[in-house]
T-cell receptor, first 111, second 117 residues
């Protein structure tokens, strides 16, 4: 869906380095979410936002922080990347009746 | 806590067969939503359906149909006359609302469906 863009699409980083993933939406949705996808676990919620500067933790928030300074941008930061954070990260916005719109995902590898 | 179980990890069928993907959920909420998403090999997540907990009518959309049974906490998905393009990982999800109105989704582990020609 063209309304939500994630960057970068792929990233390889070293253990211990900080990493920031960006999610950008053009549809002015209030709610935004970050999920990670791992084999055998489906998708799990990391953090979410219910407005500018309003965020809350999800199921697997340890080691992650988020920020939302504008409605359209939701950033996910791995403060000090670890190998266990190797995953595919999806951003999503909530379209109500039509469910979530997901971004294309960011494949992150921590070496 | 909310939980979604998709007991079928992988299913493989021959094209044109009907196939049913099972989804069982747990929740203490009286109002909730159930979803199905498709993830084709390209990796994107595609919304298929949202069902309100108060609406137990079955839904049909072309070759797709959904059977929601509140009594057994199940929301199963059937593909009729399957096609190779139906090959994907399918996720069932359950909403968990918070006081801010956010609908956080709890996903099942997914079922990988392979349709063989």
């Amino acid at each position: 869906d063209a309304g939500i863009t994630q960057s970068p699409r792929h990233k390889v980083t070293e253990t211990g380095t900080p990493v920031t993933l960006r999610c950008h939406q053009t549809e002015n949705h209030r709610y935004m979410y970050w999920y990670r996808q791992d084999p055998g676990h489906g998708l799990r919620l990391i953090h979410y936002s219910y407005g500018v500067k309003d965020t809350d933790k999800g199921e697997v928030s340890d080691g992650y922080s988020v920020s939302r300074s504008k409605t359209e941008d939701f950033l996910l930061t791995l403060e000090s990347a670890t190998s266990s954070q190797t995953s595919v990260y999806f951003c999503a916005t909530d379209r109500g009746f039509y469910g979530y719109t997901f971004g294309s995902g960011t494949r992150l590898t921590v070496v | 806590a909310q939980k979604v179980t998709q007991a079928q990890t992988e299913i493989s069928v021959v094209e044109k067969e009907d196939v049913t993907l099972d989804c069982v959920y747990e929740t203490r909420d009286t109002t909730y939503y159930l979803f199905w998403y498709k993830q084709p090999p390209s990796g994107e997540l595609v919304f298929l359906i949202r069902r309100n907990s108060f609406d137990e009518q079955n839904e049909i959309s072309g070759r797709y149909s959904w059977n929601f049974q509140k009594s057994t906490s199940s929301f199963n998905f059937t593909i009729t006359a399957s096609q190779v393009v139906d090959s994907a990982v399918y996720f069932c999800a359950l909403s968990e609302a918070d006081i801010q109105g956010a609908q956080k989704l709890v996903f099942g582990q997914g079922t990988r469906l392979t349709i063989n020609p």
